[in-house]
């Protein structure tokens, strides 16, 4: 396994600008527009615009597209076109009552199946964040914590399960960055890890998917909190 650096890593997860293809080219980046807000809930899909930003064409644009669409971040409709999913609030409590529990199972698994490269690269990564200042900038806290999670789910081993979470990783990262403005920084949340590290070191399944199950539940308030807050500015549409 490759050393993981906040540094150098893209929001989009990728360490370097090298891809296996234009289509992984597209996804990653239309992906991280998505994600990011840069391309807002409910915005329209312009295939046009989009190929000539990334320079490629209209067939990886398009397979990049019908990914993301099975990852629930863009639809069709037809006769209209294609638009970035909405953020509605009944999504985010059926998100999380699915994303608590996996993420509970992959901490139980991740502490009996966890190998000492597992350890070394969540040690590295609280290295790197105890280097950086207090009041470090939230990209980089939101790199600290998709690294971190991805770790558990490679400790788990089992590869259905961290298909799945990532996928859900990605809708609940556009939550966090939906809500940024509103909950300031994201410290507290990312110290909540280290304790979630000693448990999965330490082998404590049992502790480990509380930890998970109470630090995923605390997010899903907080974002809860801000869209509430935001719903209350904007069309009830919102929650729908």
Do not use: C
Request: aromatic share 8%.
């Amino acid at each position: 396994m490759a050393a993981l650096s906040l540094n150098s890593l893209n929001i989009s997860g990728q360490d370097s600008p090298k891809y296996a293809s234009l289509s992984e080219k597209a996804y990653e980046e239309i992906r991280h527009k998505i994600v990011t807000i840069a391309l807002e809930p409910g915005a329209v899909i312009d295939e046009a615009q989009l190929r000539e930003e990334l320079e490629v064409g209209r067939t990886p644009i398009r397979e990049a597209l019908q990914r993301l669409a099975l990852d629930q971040l863009v639809y069709i409709v037809p006769r209209r076109g294609m638009f970035v999913t909405d953020i509605a609030f009944s999504d985010l409590q059926r998100l999380f009552e699915v994303r608590i529990e996996l993420e509970a199972l992959a901490g139980q698994l991740a502490s009996d199946r966890r190998t000492d490269e597992h350890l070394k690269m969540m040690a590295s990564l609280f290295d790197q964040l105890n280097d950086l200042p207090d009041q470090t900038d939230n990209d980089i806290l939101v790199k600290f914590d998709r690294l971190f999670h991805e770790v558990i789910y490679q400790a788990a081993d089992n590869q259905f399960l961290q298909t799945t979470l990532e996928s859900r990783y990605a809708l609940s990262l556009r939550l966090w960055y939906y809500a940024l403005d509103a909950v300031g920084s994201m410290r507290p949340a990312v110290d909540e890890h280290f304790q979630i590290y000693q448990a999965i070191e330490n082998q404590h399944s049992g502790l480990a998917s509380k930890l998970l199950r109470d630090h995923i539940l605390s997010f899903q308030r907080k974002i809860q909190e801000v869209m509430l807050e935001k719903a209350g500015k904007q069309p009830t549409s919102m929650l729908s």
